[in-house]
């Protein structure tokens, strides 16, 4: 346990033994630090963790308050290991889905898209005016693969920070996480082959995995643990693998953080089995308390993992900016897969985001869109726990900005969008995160929203059909 979480456990304690009562305010970060003699930062930290435990809860200009204690409900169960290898079908509702965020008399709860109060919009778009000013005539030509030198050394330090051995010339610039995700898998595997991923995953894996002709094979994901190792042990002895996939920071749609312990007998187990792996880390930045984790890659001394990201939850969706750090054999051919894919990526998007992170903008917004995503995912929760059915099971995400729902009874989500759409209420059906049609009784919720009436309405009238 980690020093903040030993204070925070320490904080509320004192909380429930009433030295702080419900609605009291807590000394501020510098008072609170000298008292209980830890850094300013450990005592944010810490008060972080509360918040996103839902016992505190920040008003803006003022501190931390002690909240009323809301209802906790159970976490979704752990789904069934998958018998075998399959096919992925029925993803075409992912379309109707995502469609919905640009209609604007829907609310989307639906697409992991958080709403531009969420982005650093004016920033970036300050930076955007600069690079077409300095740089005018280069925005309007290629920046063949691997991409603009200055922002893979960018990505590469910032990847340094994170205790990964990676230089600038091994960082290849996509259109996205998940193309990145999709050119790793290309490169190896065949059609028919098995990849072994998640259960729940993200239904753009799913979509990836199709297209390849490939099969997925589940595996069953712990909400507060991720992926069991168990489980992945026997499919490894059992079926022929020829690539694990998974989200180690944060996954979607449960948003667990694997521990480091757990990550290295990951990589560990995928090693003897000579299984790669590809690495999903775009939520890895978002934690909602404490500090950011270490990817796999950052243990990776054989040189297997394929580490895939994007700026996508972070920054904006539409800069379509994402990289992918292959093992050195793979290099060639990933920017060559690239190449063929789209030619390259777009040259202003790729020179601003260089420009972002290069000027130190990055990790001052990452401080301040945690504690929003903190504050997004507590307020989703409450409300959820409030509107609807008493048994239902929620998810404890401990980063990203999604929640994972698990309604009780025999209800099929995948109908219950339809009513709900009817109603102006967009959120992801359960089943679109299987490959089985598991979880057809549970449903993802993007909190990433501008909460205002509309949401308050949406939550409603979804609470209605349940």
């Given amino acids: 346990m980690t020093l903040y979480q030993t204070l925070a456990d320490r904080l509320q304690g004192l909380i429930r033994d009433q030295v702080y009562p419900v609605g009291s305010r807590l000394p501020g970060v510098r008072v609170l ?45 752990v789904a069934k290991p998958g018998r075998r290898p399959r096919r ?125 002709g490939l099969k ?62 590809v690495e999903d880390d775009i939520y890895g930045d978002l934690s909602l308390s404490g500090p950011r984790p270490r990817p796999v890659k950052s243990w990776d001394r054989d040189d297997q993992v394929f580490y895939c990201a994007s700026s996508s939850k972070t920054l904006s969706a539409g800069l379509r900016v994402g990289w992918l750090v292959a093992p050195q054999a793979w290099q060639e051919k990933a920017q060559y897969y690239q190449y063929i ?9 790729q020179l601003a985001l260089a420009r972002y992170l290069e000027r130190g903008h990055y990790e001052r917004f990452l401080r301040h869109i945690c504690s929003e995503h903190a504050r997004s995912v507590a307020r989703m929760t409450e409300r959820v726990t409030q509107l609807f059915p008493a048994d239902t099971r929620v998810s404890r995400p401990a980063g990203g900005f999604v929640l994972w729902v698990e309604l009780p009874g025999e209800v099929d989500t995948s109908e219950l969008m339809e009513k709900a759409l009817e109603q102006g209420v967009s959120f992801a059906p359960g089943s679109l995160f299987s490959a089985s049609g598991k979880f057809a009784n549970c449903l993802r919720l993007n909190c990433a929203v501008k909460w205002d009436n509309r949401v308050e309405q949406a939550l409603v009238a979804l609470s209605r059909l349940l």
């Fill in 33 to 77: 630090a000298a008292q209980q003699e830890v850094s300013v930062s450990t005592a944010v930290n810490a008060c972080r963790e509360l918040e996103q435990r839902g016992v505190l809860e920040a008003r803006p200009r003022s501190g931390y308050y002690v909240r009323q204690p809301a209802v906790v409900r159970e976490p979704p169960r």
């Fill in 88 to 212: 992925i079908t029925g993803q075409e509702r992912v379309l109707q889905m995502l469609q919905n965020v640009n209609n604007p008399s829907v609310v989307n709860l639906g697409a992991a898209v958080p709403a531009p109060e969420y982005m650093p919009v004016a920033t970036m778009e300050r930076v955007f005016h600069s690079v077409l000013r300095e740089q005018r005539r280069r925005c309007v030509g290629y920046e063949f693969p691997p991409g603009a030198p200055e922002l893979c050394t960018q990505i590469a330090r910032r990847l340094a920070g994170l205790q990964c051995a990676v230089s600038p010339e091994q960082v290849l610039i996509t259109n996205s996480c998940q193309e990145s995700v999709a050119i790793a898998l290309k490169m190896i595997t065949s059609p028919g082959d098995t990849v072994a991923i998640e259960s729940p995953t993200y239904y753009g894996l799913l979509q990836v995995i199709e297209s390849l």
């Fill in 341 to 349: 894919n789209t030619v390259s990526v777009a040259t202003p998007s």
């Fill in 216 to 277: 997925a094979l589940e595996i069953p994901t712990d909400p507060e643990a991720g992926i069991s190792l168990d489980a992945l042990t026997l499919a490894l002895e059992r079926w022929d693998v020829s690539a694990c996939v998974v989200v180690s920071n944060f996954s979607n749609p449960l948003g667990v953080r694997m521990s480091d312990e757990r990550k290295q007998a990951l990589l560990r187990l995928l090693s003897r089995h000579k299984v790669p792996l």
